[in-house]
């Protein structure tokens, strides 16, 4: 069916609905204002009318769309020979698709099978039907809600109370938009997770030391290591890497610019500190690629350490310098925080401005700094591009930060790209790996958000 | 009283003291300095790696803006041609039938040799006499341009038996080697391109034949797999931009909406607490998990098409939900509660104080939250990925319901190609119009903010 004619049907209704409805509201509305007073303005009867006209219309057409379909498939079949409806497969579908180029007037090249000529011409009246017949329950369906909820409009009314209370109800589905998709991502990942249990035995999964899926091609049977563990070390070990470059540079910036820096520059310098924030991971990736990897490759030759292009140190210290802006941004919030009494007691007794800040300023904003620290780990482990780009994807169990490593995040993303047919373990262990790393970083969001919010309390 | 115990006295404590500190004043005066130090070099480090990456961007991509382009004259040889005339609507024909013999026609029309067309119309450009084989000719235009031929025939058959002057992109090879990003003193077996090739490369770019234009095709054209020279960003930008849109037209109503019946209806239950905590969660989730959400809901059970920005939007948009409505929040939290007091003691009714008093005094910070929202769903990458957006797509996407890919992807996918030292510049140059469009956004975000604040 023409969107186009539904949208200017439903405009009509509205714009119809709306109208009356505040026409006949607007009448008692500037009538007497001494024998009865309107308890809603019109508006609000134009928009209860709306409301009343809209939502049956709606409906027709959503029930139509949901089964439309199915209804003008089953229809065709009953107009073909019964030697093609037998049979299932391309065949039939080319056979479907041709009667409806044939109803379409699009028509079909070449010779007609004496049915085909027949079945289309039936669909195209079949369709026609069908479209009025939407069409009038519709507006038939829409006009009837508006000619009862018209004849109950009376000064009396509370039309306003009706309105709030739909918008109150749609107000109430937004936010539990947020709430579904917690619950599906929780149901998805575990139910398919499941699945991949039933492959895999989950002893082997969580206390593997080899990840090797394999992809058996005759069979959906698991081939192969699926042991995490490697990918689970080459996470922390990236993460750790990332932290080591993140936490000093951004406590460190965070601190000059908050204590030292003259306000000119600090309001020079934040921002493009933030710039960072603001960068496509995938260009960080990039970035790590071509020039970080190189980079400490050729610094390794220098002093004799053999230093890989692609490794967990490339990976770890592009990721830290992503991480930076979400550490000294957050300390800044949080050094704010601490009372100046504080700072001005240490100095009082004659520290320096150094001394203040290591022995009065960090212990008070210690709690802050390791909520925000918390957090950064959390991104660190959920940061995708960047290690498929430049952690050289080798799930291997090393310790040596020069050498290629993989990480969670890589190998779901390696396990399930282009392979959306949940049927094997290969693609299956994606949910599993996901359900580990979402885990994770829920456990620790939790513990660091408590951190920041019970150390936000201490000084209000 | 006390400062004369102080200065006569050596043996007083307070003298002690006081050495001690001017003897430790040192040190500490060192210590102090060289904290400051670490705190300065901490942030040169910073701003250090912002110069770093954005000056090896910009010069990595910068050449591909620029592209080698062939001036040649082309004689459409009706010898080589031979497929007869475009076929015509007849009456009494079914469109069916039409198609179906326009179809015919055009199958003809790839059959035709149109490598000799651009071989003879590259010896005809070349110097009298110069010696070059058929296959080193053709290394010169990119492998694509015969087609563009092709379509241009189809376009307009008139063209037969005329030579008329066209612009043919030159193959990533020859751009490659004029521009120098090629090491030209390699040896023969390490040239992407035979000598003759090389030779006549140079000559067109002295005698005016090649010369360097701006690369609109990097704009214009979709990816190529066989044609690098060819390959542009259209598909990509166009599959971004509908996801951007579905962004908008779908996480915006939906955040603002649950912000407000959070923060204004929402009864201080536990329930209410848990969803507080859920959407702070839900903004930390890693990216990655709501692509595999994405992959088990839209495209396993509700068999949405794969690879379509629509899904991808979608996917995007569970993304960007919470950074809208925690923003809102903090936006409606702003605001004065005597404006509300004041909406509620003229008899409006809760609802009515939400949406005409408090809901616009929010706009510019709402605006602003949903600039970078989008900003931030436009970068993102690996979400696209579990959802088949990376695969190859050679079309400009018509609907959201099309195949597309999006910029982040097309940027991934391009720096994974073969042809290294044309694609590392293809891609930086992709990624310098990712950031164009985020920086864009950026400022338009902090314009309306300064501005429509000061009305506010």
């Given at each position: 069916?023409?969107?186009?004619?539904?949208?200017?049907l439903?405009l009509?209704l509205?714009?119809?609905?709306y109208?009356?409805?505040?026409?006949?509201?607007k009448?008692?509305?500037s009538g007497s204002?001494?024998a009865?007073r309107a308890?809603?303005?019109?508006?609000?009867h134009?928009?209860r009318?709306?409301?009343?006209t809209?939502v049956?219309?709606i409906a027709?057409l959503?029930?139509w769309?949901?089964f439309?379909?199915?209804?003008?498939?089953?229809?065709?079949?009953g107009?073909?020979?019964?030697?093609?409806?037998?049979?299932?497969?391309?065949a039939?579908?080319?056979?479907?698709?041709r009667?409806r180029?044939?109803?379409?007037?699009?028509?079909?090249?070449g010779?007609?099978?004496p049915?085909?000529?027949?079945?289309g011409?039936?669909?195209?009246?079949?369709n026609?039907?069908?479209?009025l017949?939407v069409?009038?329950a519709?507006?038939g369906?829409?006009?009837?809600g508006?000619?009862i909820?018209r004849?109950?409009?009376?000064p009396?009314?509370?039309?306003?109370?009706?309105?709030?209370r739909?918008?109150?109800?749609?107000l109430?589905?937004?936010?539990?938009?947020?709430?579904?998709t917690t619950?599906g991502?929780?149901v998805?990942?575990?139910?398919?997770a499941?699945?991949?249990?039933?492959?895999?035995?989950?002893?082997?999964?969580?206390f593997g030391t080899v990840?090797?899926?394999?992809?058996?091609t005759?069979?959906?049977?698991a081939?192969g290591?699926?042991?995490?563990l490697?990918l689970?070390?080459?996470?922390?070990?990236?993460?750790?890497?990332?932290?080591l470059?993140?936490?000093?540079?951004?406590?460190?910036?965070?601190?000059?610019?908050?204590?030292?820096?003259?306000?000119?520059?600090r309001?020079?310098?934040?921002p493009?500190?933030?710039?960072?924030?603001?960068?496509?991971?995938?260009?960080?990736?990039?970035?790590?690629l071509v020039?970080?990897g190189?980079?400490l490759?050729?610094?390794?030759?220098?002093?004799?350490?053999?230093?890989?292009?692609?490794?967990?140190?490339?990976?770890?210290?592009?990721?830290?310098?992503?991480?930076?802006?979400?550490?000294?941004?957050?300390?800044?919030?949080?050094?704010?925080?601490?009372?100046?009494?504080?700072?001005?007691?240490a100095?009082?007794?004659g520290?320096?401005q150094?001394?203040?800040?290591?022995?009065?300023l960090?212990p008070?904003?210690?709690?802050?700094?390791v909520?925000?620290f918390?957090?950064?780990?959390?991104?660190?482990?959920?940061?995708?591009?960047?290690?498929v780009l430049?952690?050289?994807n080798?799930?291997?169990?090393?310790a040596?930060?020069?050498?290629?490593?993989?990480?969670?995040?890589v190998?779901i993303?390696?396990?399930l790209?282009?392979?959306t047919?949940f049927a094997?373990?290969q693609?299956?262990v994606?949910?599993?790996?996901?359900l580990?790393?979402?885990a994770?970083?829920?456990?620790l969001?939790?513990?660091?958000?408590?951190?920041?919010?019970?150390f936000?309390?201490q000084?209000? | 009283?006390?400062?004369?115990?102080?200065t006569s006295g050596q043996?007083?404590p307070g003298?002690a003291?006081?050495?001690r500190v001017?003897?430790?004043l040192?040190?500490?005066?060192r210590?102090?300095?060289?904290f400051?130090?670490?705190?300065?070099?901490?942030?040169?480090l910073a701003?250090?790696f912002?110069?770093?990456l954005?000056?090896?961007?910009?010069?990595?991509?910068?050449?591909s803006?620029?592209?080698?382009k062939?001036h040649m004259?082309?004689?459409?040889?009706?010898?080589?041609?031979?497929?007869?005339?475009?076929?015509?609507?007849?009456?009494?024909?079914?469109?069916a039938?039409?198609?179906?013999?326009?179809?015919?026609?055009?199958?003809?029309l790839?059959?035709v040799?149109?490598n000799?067309?651009?071989?003879d119309?590259?010896?005809?450009?070349a110097p009298?006499?110069f010696?070059?084989?058929?296959?080193q000719?053709?290394?010169?235009?990119?492998?694509?341009?015969?087609?563009?031929?092709?379509?241009?025939?189809?376009?307009?058959?008139?063209l037969?038996?005329?030579?008329?002057?066209?612009?043919?992109l030159?193959?990533a090879?020859?751009d490659n080697w004029l521009?120098?990003?090629?090491?030209r003193?390699?040896?023969?077996?390490?040239?992407?391109?035979?000598?003759?090739?090389?030779?006549?490369a140079?000559?067109?770019?002295?005698?005016g034949?090649?010369?360097?234009?701006?690369a609109w095709?990097l704009?214009f054209?979709?990816?190529s797999?066989a044609?690098p020279?060819?390959?542009?960003?259209?598909?990509?930008?166009m599959?971004?931009?509908?996801?951007?849109?579905v962004?908008i037209?779908?996480?915006v109503?939906?955040?603002?909406a649950s912000?407000?019946?959070?923060?204004e209806?929402a009864?201080?239950?536990?329930?209410?607490?848990?969803?507080e905590?859920n959407?702070?969660n839900?903004?930390a989730?890693?990216?990655?998990v709501?692509g595999?959400l994405?992959?088990?809901?839209?495209?396993n059970?509700?068999?949405l098409p794969l690879s379509?920005?629509?899904?991808?939007?979608?996917?995007?948009?569970l993304m960007t939900l919470?950074t809208?409505?925690i923003?809102?929040r903090?936006?409606?939290k702003?605001?004065?509660?005597?404006?509300?007091?004041?909406?509620?003691?003229m008899g409006?009714?809760k609802?009515?104080m939400?949406?005409?008093?408090?809901?616009?005094?929010?706009?510019?910070s709402?605006?602003?939250?949903t600039?970078?929202?989008?900003?931030?769903?436009l970068?993102?990458t690996?979400?696209?990925l579990?959802?088949?957006?990376?695969?190859f797509?050679a079309?400009?996407?018509?609907?959201?319901?099309?195949?597309?890919?999006a910029l982040p992807?097309q940027?991934?996918l391009w720096?994974?190609?073969?042809?290294?030292n044309?694609?590392?510049?293809?891609t930086?140059?992709?990624?310098?119009v990712?950031?164009a469009l985020?920086i864009?956004?950026?400022?338009?975000?902090?314009?309306?903010?300064?501005?429509?604040?000061?009305r506010?």
């Amino acid at each position: 069916m023409n969107a186009w004619i539904i949208a200017a049907l439903l405009l009509v209704l509205l714009s119809l609905s709306y109208s009356l409805g505040w026409s006949k509201a607007k009448a008692f509305a500037s009538g007497s204002a001494t024998a009865t007073r309107a308890h809603s303005r019109p508006q609000y009867h134009g928009a209860r009318l709306a409301i009343w006209t809209l939502v049956p219309a709606i409906a027709v057409l959503v029930v139509w769309g949901l089964f439309g379909e199915a209804i003008s498939r089953s229809y065709i079949m009953g107009l073909l020979p019964a030697d093609m409806t037998s049979q299932t497969g391309p065949a039939l579908e080319t056979a479907i698709q041709r009667v409806r180029s044939i109803a379409s007037g699009f028509g079909v090249a070449g010779e007609l099978a004496p049915y085909e000529q027949d079945a289309g011409d039936a669909l195209s009246q079949f369709n026609l039907m069908a479209t009025l017949l939407v069409v009038l329950a519709a507006a038939g369906l829409g006009i009837a809600g508006l000619l009862i909820a018209r004849s109950r409009i009376t000064p009396r009314l509370r039309a306003r109370n009706q309105v709030e209370r739909v918008v109150g109800i749609l107000l109430l589905a937004c936010s539990a938009v947020a709430i579904l998709t917690t619950v599906g991502i929780v149901v998805s990942l575990l139910t398919e997770a499941l699945r991949f249990f039933s492959f895999v035995n989950p002893l082997d999964f969580f206390f593997g030391t080899v990840w090797q899926p394999g992809f058996s091609t005759t069979s959906n049977a698991a081939s192969g290591g699926y042991g995490i563990l490697p990918l689970l070390w080459g996470t922390i070990m990236v993460s750790a890497i990332a932290m080591l470059v993140a936490l000093p540079v951004g406590l460190m910036s965070a601190i000059w610019l908050n204590q030292y820096a003259p306000a000119r520059i600090r309001g020079l310098v934040k921002p493009v500190i933030e710039i960072l924030a603001g960068i496509p991971t995938i260009v960080y990736g990039f970035f790590a690629l071509v020039t970080v990897g190189p980079f400490l490759a050729g610094f390794g030759d220098a002093i004799g350490i053999d230093i890989r292009a692609t490794s967990a140190l490339t990976a770890g210290v592009v990721m830290g310098v992503m991480i930076i802006p979400f550490i000294s941004s957050l300390s800044d919030d949080i050094l704010n925080q601490v009372p100046r009494a504080m700072r001005d007691g240490a100095y009082g007794l004659g520290a320096t401005q150094s001394e203040t800040i290591r022995n009065v300023l960090i212990p008070a904003a210690l709690p802050g700094i390791v909520g925000a620290f918390l957090l950064a780990v959390s991104r660190a482990i959920g940061e995708t591009m960047i290690v498929v780009l430049a952690a050289g994807n080798a799930p291997i169990l090393r310790a040596n930060p020069f050498e290629p490593t993989s990480t969670v995040t890589v190998s779901i993303v390696n396990q399930l790209t282009g392979d959306t047919d949940f049927a094997g373990p290969q693609s299956l262990v994606a949910f599993a790996l996901g359900l580990t790393l979402f885990a994770m970083t829920l456990v620790l969001n939790i513990v660091a958000l408590y951190i920041v919010r019970r150390f936000r309390e201490q000084y209000e | 009283m006390s400062d004369t115990t102080l200065t006569s006295g050596q043996t007083s404590p307070g003298a002690a003291t006081k050495e001690r500190v001017r003897a430790g004043l040192g040190r500490r005066h060192r210590g102090e300095a060289i904290f400051r130090g670490i705190g300065i070099a901490a942030v040169v480090l910073a701003l250090g790696f912002v110069a770093i990456l954005f000056t090896t961007i910009i010069s990595k991509g910068l050449p591909s803006f620029q592209q080698s382009k062939l001036h040649m004259e082309v004689f459409f040889d009706p010898a080589v041609i031979d497929v007869g005339p475009a076929p015509e609507h007849q009456a009494g024909q079914s469109d069916a039938d039409y198609h179906a013999a326009s179809l015919k026609w055009q199958r003809d029309l790839a059959l035709v040799n149109w490598n000799r067309i651009v071989e003879d119309a590259i010896r005809r450009a070349a110097p009298e006499g110069f010696e070059i084989d058929s296959r080193q000719a053709l290394s010169i235009p990119e492998t694509s341009e015969r087609h563009t031929l092709r379509e241009q025939f189809v376009r307009d058959p008139g063209l037969l038996g005329q030579t008329v002057p066209v612009t043919l992109l030159a193959s990533a090879n020859v751009d490659n080697w004029l521009k120098g990003t090629i090491d030209r003193s390699l040896g023969d077996g390490q040239q992407q391109l035979s000598a003759p090739a090389r030779e006549l490369a140079d000559i067109f770019a002295q005698n005016g034949t090649i010369t360097r234009d701006f690369a609109w095709t990097l704009f214009f054209n979709v990816d190529s797999r066989a044609a690098p020279a060819a390959a542009g960003l259209a598909g990509a930008f166009m599959g971004s931009v509908y996801m951007m849109l579905v962004v908008i037209v779908l996480a915006v109503p939906i955040g603002v909406a649950s912000a407000i019946y959070l923060e204004e209806f929402a009864p201080k239950t536990h329930l209410t607490d848990l969803i507080e905590v859920n959407i702070n969660n839900l903004a930390a989730v890693p990216s990655i998990v709501f692509g595999l959400l994405g992959a088990a809901v839209f495209i396993n059970v509700l068999h949405l098409p794969l690879s379509a920005p629509f899904v991808g939007g979608l996917v995007l948009t569970l993304m960007t939900l919470p950074t809208i409505i925690i923003a809102t929040r903090a936006a409606l939290k702003g605001v004065p509660p005597s404006l509300r007091q004041a909406a509620l003691g003229m008899g409006a009714s809760k609802t009515q104080m939400v949406f005409h008093h408090v809901l616009p005094v929010t706009f510019p910070s709402i605006l602003t939250a949903t600039i970078i929202g989008v900003a931030q769903a436009l970068g993102e990458t690996a979400p696209l990925l579990l959802i088949g957006m990376n695969a190859f797509v050679a079309a400009v996407p018509a609907t959201p319901m099309d195949q597309a890919t999006a910029l982040p992807v097309q940027i991934y996918l391009w720096q994974g190609n073969e042809n290294r030292n044309f694609f590392e510049a293809r891609t930086s140059a992709a990624i310098m119009v990712l950031l164009a469009l985020m920086i864009t956004l950026n400022a338009i975000a902090i314009f309306l903010r300064s501005r429509l604040e000061k009305r506010a």
